[in-house]
Structures are given as C-alpha cells and as structure tokens.
C-alpha cells in the first residue's frame, strides 16, 4: 500500500454508514470517490476524493473490501457509450456510405483512447474476481464535469480533480444502493445502468441516417 493510498483511507471518517459505494472514472489517472450512506432516511455523505494510478485505486477498493461496512462499486464504462454527440449523424452516415476513415477517427475520440477501453475491461476483471456487487454505468447516465464549486455545495471542502468528480457524480447515484440490495438478495453481482435497448436503438439509428440523407 502506498503512502498516497494510506493518506486516502485514513483520511476518511467511516464510521456510522451503514453502506459505502465507490466510485472510479477510468484512466491513466483514475478518479476515485467514496460516499457513504446513512441514517432513515438515508443521507448520503462525500468521505473521500483522490486522482491515482490504476494499481494505487485497486488497492483502495481492496481495503474497502476487506473492511466491515458493505460496499458497492462503479465504473463509468467507455465500451458501453451508446450515443455519440452532436455529430451522431455524421458518424452512421460514413458507416452507411463506407467511409472507415472517418468512422475510426470519429468512434476513437467519442468513445475514449483505446486504453481508457482497456482499463475498463481490467476493472470488470477486478470486479468480477472480488466477488463484490459492481455497476457498469454507460457514459451519459450521470452528468460528469461539474465544478469544484458545485463539489463544495454537496459538502466536499477538500481538494478535488476533473477525474474525482467525474467519480464522484457515479459513486453518488442513489440507484448504487437498489443494485447492491438486489445483488444481496438475488445474489447477482454484475448490473448496468443506462443502457438502451437494442430495438430503439436500431431506431434511433434509422431515424438518423434517414434525416442526413438531404444533407449533401
């Protein structure tokens, strides 16, 4: 465990919360982000935000584990993004009219360098070995880029990075908890939040190029 990880965990005041739901921006540098939840109703509380390498936030989802308040885990994860921006329309018309080129550049920016994909298939793999209920949250689910301003209104007075809170807004969502109980109770581990179904998908999709079609 390395100093900056040490720093982390014991900087955190755990104590009362009857859940504990991380959360982590994937990257070469990784947000990490703890909140905690308590009380009746429940409240949730901002305990902790770091920027670490990918081996410094495994092991402070490792110590969580090993710890004695239950824990839920999420990833923002760049291989699920299901829609592309603003520019969608010209994404599916250079798939419809072959222009691979164009299609590669577009999906490679719009969907995260190849090894922000890459350290997303690594925490599924973390996830999936640990045995914990974890969530794979598709991009555009939550709003991410807030301000450190906005952070310091929910009740975080410490510093923070563009990557912490982009965790931060995963680590927060209430549904975190429905898919921890639902995990306890049907004892499945693996959940998805924000992803479309293939059928309005293909619609969308239609809809999209056949609007475009006029464009030329």
């Known amino acids: 465990m390395t100093d900056r ?13 009857s859940l504990l739901c991380v959360g982590i921006d994937p990257g070469t ?19 902790g935000l770091a920027t670490l390498t990918l081996h410094e936030a495994m092991s402070v ?17 760049a291989r ?10 010209t994404l599916y018309r250079s ?4 222009d691979a080129s164009k299609l590669s550049r577009y999906k490679g920016k719009v969907m995260g360098a190849g090894a922000v994909r890459r350290d997303c298939a690594i925490w599924e793999e973390f996830f999936k070995a640990s045995g914990q209920v974890y969530v794979h949250v598709v991009p555009g689910y939550v709003r991410t880029k807030v301000t450190e301003g906005w952070v310091r209104d929910i009740g975080w007075h410490g510093t923070s990075s563009e990557h912490s809170r982009d965790a931060l807004m995963v680590a927060r969502l209430r549904e975190l908890i429905d898919c921890y109980r639902d995990g306890r109770r049907r004892k499945t ?8 179904k293939a059928r309005t998908r293909r619609r969308v999709v239609e809809k ?5 079609e006029d464009d030329d």
């Open 29 to 47: 540098k990784t947000g990490v982000a703890v909140v905690g939840w308590r009380g009746k109703p429940l409240r949730m509380e901002v305990l």
């Open 80 to 89: 699920e993004r299901q829609f592309f921006g603003r520019e969608e329309q």
């Open 189 to 196: 581990k693996q959940f998805y939040l924000g992803a479309v």
């Open 5 to 17: 990880v040490e720093r982390f965990l014991s900087g955190m005041d755990m104590s009362d919360h």
């Open 61 to 77: 989802c490792e110590m969580l584990m090993e710890g004695d308040i239950p824990c839920c885990f999420a990833f923002e994860d």
């Open 208 to 212: 999209l190029i056949l609007d475009g």
């Open 95 to 98: 798939l419809v009219r072959g």
